[in-house]
Each structure stands twice: as C-alpha cells, then as structure tokens.
C-alpha cells in the first residue's frame, strides 16, 4: 500500500517533498542486515535551514522486505564452519551515494536541536523519534478493535483526498491533526499497536511516557511535552504517549496540592500543543472512565483493546514461539489457549521466556520447552496477577 501516491507537503514551507535517492535508512535491528539506500522525499528549504522534514518513499514496502529477510536468515541452517551471512541490503543501487538528509536530529526542551544524531539520550528533555519494531501482522486483536483502527489509519492513509482533494480542511475542526486513544487492561497491545501504526505509515515514532516525565522530571513536565511536540513536529514522527490516564482524566477544579497543580498545567499545556499539531498523536491508557471533555472532543477515535479470546490468545501463543525455540511434542496450541483464560497478551510473552528459562535448566533430550513448562509459567505470571488484584499480598 503506498501512502506517496500524492506527494506530501512540507509542514514549513506548505511546498511538496522533492524525491530524492540519496536516503538512508537504519535497519530493522538486526544485526546480519544493512541497509543502505532508500529514496526518501524531503523539502530542499529545510534542508538548507539544517531541519529534518524529510519522509521515506515506500517505507512500509522495504520495512516487510527486510522483515522477510531477516526471518529467511534466521530460519536457515548454515553447515558446519559456516555463519550465517551478513546481507547488505541496497534499495536503489544505482543512486544511493553519497548518503542524503534524512538522520537523527535530537531536540531539547524548546525545540532546538541539540545535536544531529549523537548519544545525548539521557539529558533532561531530549526526544529523539526511533524506527518502528512492530508490523499490524504481528498484531493478533479481535476483528472489532481491528476494523476500529484500520478505520481510523484509514483517515491517515487517504489525508490527501480527503483534506486537500475533497476540501474537508474547510470543515475539519481539528485540521489534519488525527488523535486517537487506545484503552484497555496493560499488557493488551496498545503499545505494539501505535508502533505498528507509525511502521504502516512509514514515519517513526516518538513515544512519551507521561508517568516517567512526571516522576523524573519534577517541575519540567510542561517544557517537555512541547519539546516533544516540537520534535514530532519536526521529524514527521507519530507521537505515543504511553501511561496517558492521568493527563486524559478531568481536570483538577480544587487545587490543593502542587502535585495536582502540577497535573493540570501539564494537562493544559497537552491541549494547546494538541491544538498546534497537525500530526498524528496517540494516547493509550488503562480504562479511563473520567475523561476530561477537552481531550474527548479532540480525539478522532477511542480504541478499546480487551484480553484476548481464546481464538486470539492461541494466535498470540504462536506468533511467541520463534522457529528457533526447541519444542517438545506435547506443545498443543489450542491446549494452551484454553489452559491461558485471563491471560493478556504481555502475560503470554511473559511466560515464554519463563517457560524457555526452565527447559534452558535442563540438559539432553529434556532441554525442550514441554506443554507443563508453558502451562505452569503462564500459571505462576496469572496466580501473581491474581494475588496483587485481589489484595491478597
Ligand atoms: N494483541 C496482541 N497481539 C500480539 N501480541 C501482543 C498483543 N498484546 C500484547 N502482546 C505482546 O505483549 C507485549 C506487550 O504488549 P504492549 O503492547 O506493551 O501492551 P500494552 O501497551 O497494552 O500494555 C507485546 O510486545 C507483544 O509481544
Ligand atoms: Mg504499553
């Protein structure tokens, strides 16, 4: 599915993004693949005033390539002596040279760079948008969420049609800025999901958790949240704000503590950022039923994201389990779907990597993972749930 039929606008200069084939491209993390070339499209003006506008052409397409070929090598036997290759991927041989504008500019607080592409990572306030991990087709949901959000990327995928073709940026309230909220029990796939979107729509993402800016940055939460705003912005990034309940919730009328003070101010300084941004935001939280009107009103859609039905949990038991994983032949799917009610998806994840831990414990022909060691590590993550949810311990 291409997203560059029409070429995109520059949000600078309101001018087209120029092709060009001297793009870079990080790979997908794996450590056997390098990437070279990958045409990107990006604006000439902003590239001379030193700022990163630029987009990748057919991102989604070479991400699924490196995707299959990452899972081709790993999947392979290599004899003997023989280690697996390492494959330099080049998507535009004849004109990758020399390496083009596309790289990683950190903003500060404020929205000044700070540096291009250094290890600044832990300094206060410093947001710097990563590569997806994750693709929709690693995303197991049931077909209501699903049709709910390839709904809403939907309005994402046609954005030129349908603000600049059918002219509804006369009547969109909310310009082309497209806000959405997943919600639901943790561990549910509402992370994997906005990283999904992001890989779908070929940009990267920047993920912002409200939790930690508060605890770790006392004082500095709203100075923040605009420097993440200014370097989505920027960077054409999606933003993610992860652990969202606090900001999403009323706002605060009595004000009797600097702590909810402090809520506020970051609340409000979210909406008037929201209101300059013409991105794509997406919050997740945990079941929020006080929703502040300010923020329903700017959202274009609320995503709920239950436990996985047996149906679902067995999918996502098997998309857990990699080719590599040795498996005893007792391992049945649907076995442990049924044995893994209440279990959400991060549980499943969770139990294993227990599960392989226990048959790493082991030598021989038991060191395999056998259906006991899933059932009981998925049983000793729910039993744990359990015990903290009832109060218990
Ligand atoms: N619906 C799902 N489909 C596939 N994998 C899932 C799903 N939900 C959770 N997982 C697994 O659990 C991990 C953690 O889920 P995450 O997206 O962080 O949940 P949340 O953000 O809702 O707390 C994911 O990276 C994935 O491995
Ligand atoms: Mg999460």
Avoid at 22 to 41: D, F, M, Q, W, Y
Wanted: aromatic share 6%.
């Amino acid at each position: 599915m291409s997203l560059l039929k029409r070429p995109p606008i520059c949000p600078y200069h309101g001018t087209p993004l120029v092709l060009s084939h001297h793009g870079t491209k990080s790979n997908t993390g794996s450590p056997l693949i390098e990437v070279r070339g990958a045409p990107i499209r990006y604006c000439p003006a902003c590239l001379a005033q030193g700022r990163d506008t630029s987009v990748e052409a057919e991102a989604a397409a070479s991400n699924a390539f490196l995707r299959k070929l990452e899972r081709l090598i790993e999947s392979s036997d290599f004899p003997g002596e023989l280690q697996r290759p390492l494959v330099q991927v080049d998507f535009n041989p004849r004109r990758a040279e020399p390496p083009g504008p596309a790289g990683g500019v950190i903003y500060s607080a404020g929205g000044q760079p700070v540096a291009e592409s250094s290890e600044a990572g832990e300094s206060i306030g410093s947001f710097r948008p990563r590569k997806p991990r994750h693709s929709l087709d690693q995303l197991v949901l049931d077909v209501d969420t699903l049709g709910r959000i390839r709904e809403a990327v939907n309005v994402l995928l046609a954005q030129d049609l349908l603000f600049d073709v059918w002219n509804l940026a006369a009547v969109a309230r909310t310009g082309r800025r497209v806000a959405l909220n997943f919600y639901g029990p943790p561990g549910t796939g509402k992370t994997l999901a906005a990283d999904a979107i992001a890989d779908l729509l070929g940009r990267e993402i920047l993920t912002i958790s409200y939790a930690e800016l508060e605890s770790k940055y006392v004082g500095e939460t709203p100075k923040n949240i605009k420097a993440a705003f200014a370097s989505a912005a920027t960077s054409g990034a999606l933003l993610f704000f992860d652990e969202a309940d606090s900001i999403l919730g009323k706002r605060l009328t009595s004000i009797s503590q600097s702590a909810d003070n402090s809520i506020n101010v970051a609340r409000s300084t979210t909406l008037i950022e929201l209101d300059n941004f013409d991105g794509v935001v997406i919050f997740a939280s945990n079941l929020v039923k006080n929703y502040d009107s300010a923020f329903l009103r700017r959202m274009l859609a609320h995503v709920a994201f239950r436990l996985p039905a047996a149906e679902q949990r067995q999918a996502i038991w098997q998309c857990h389990l990699p080719p590599q994983l040795p498996l005893a032949a007792d391992v049945d799917l649907t076995e442990l779907a049924r044995f893994s009610e209440g279990a959400a998806g991060g549980d499943i994840q969770n139990a294993v990597l227990l599960a392989a831990s226990y048959a790493s414990m082991r030598s021989g022909a038991e060191r395999v993972v056998a259906l006991h060691d899933l059932e009981r590590a998925i049983s000793f993550i729910l039993d744990g749930k359990r015990r903290i949810l009832d109060g218990s311990e």
